[in-house]
């Protein structure tokens, strides 16, 4: 039997610590791209409109993301110490740039006529933004979360260094142990879910895109 077909006798046979590991996985992705979702998008509006706050906080975030998921993970250890908090802060870290970045970059391709014709037809600052501004940008916001998406997926399985699980667990045991079908119980979802997230939202992406 090859070594796909032993990965998978593998994961049906551990069904519940993988189904466990699956959910963590997810959960863990889940929580640090809303985060990130919750905290760029307003900011991303904000340095649209400001040149003080978007040198100020773009820098900041362009400075987070040099640095590694791993190297993140552990500088959190000795303040957060194993598990699920580290783990989340730095998957938030990773996904905060790319979605700051783009929003940023959204709302400043608008052209100013189409807010001042807005403005003009008696729409307030908070509809411009609502109905005519958001949907504008909403594609190139959504290629900087489908960028997130997928480096936190991938980067999830870091989790497991430090304790708070994931399919990581499987690739970790796989290396230790020198079996790639143990590896790749790990290594397969993750890849597929990453391809998902990016065949997914880029046909979301396609389909928000206004007519030219």
């Known amino acids: ?22 959910g963590t996985h997810l959960l863990l992705v889940a929580v640090a791209l809303a985060i990130g979702i919750a905290v760029c998008i307003p900011l991303g509006v904000l340095t649209s409109r400001s040149r003080v706050a978007a040198l100020a906080i773009i ?35 990773l996904a905060l740039p790319p979605i700051l970045i783009n929003t940023d970059t959204a709302f400043r391709r608008i052209d100013p006529a189409i807010r001042e014709a807005a403005r003009g037809m008696g729409m307030s600052t ?3 933004l609502r109905r005519i501004e958001f949907p504008l940008a909403l594609p190139v916001m959504l290629a900087g979360i489908r960028i997130a998406l997928t480096e936190v997926i991938a980067s999830a399985t870091l989790a497991a260094f430090i304790g708070a699980g994931g399919l990581g667990l ?9 079996e790639p079908a143990i590896l790749l119980v790990g290594a397969l979802p993750v890849a597929l879910m990453a391809i998902g997230a990016e065949l ?13």
Do not use: E, K
């Not at 975030?61 to 998921?69: A, D, E």
């Open 1 to 22: 039997m090859d070594v796909f077909g032993r990965a998978l006798d593998y994961a049906i046979n551990d069904g519940d610590r993988f189904r466990g590991a699956l």
């Open 59 to 93: 820098n900041v975030f362009n400075t987070l993301r040099v640095v590694p998921s791993l190297a993140i993970l552990f500088l959190a250890l000795p303040y957060f110490g194993l598990g699920t908090t580290p783990a989340l802060i730095a998957l938030t870290i």
């Open 126 to 128: 908070g509809q411009v």
């Open 170 to 178: 499987y690739i970790t045991l796989g290396f230790a142990q020198f």
């Open 200 to 212: 997914g939202l880029g046909a979301l992406q396609r389909a928000v895109q206004p007519p030219r």
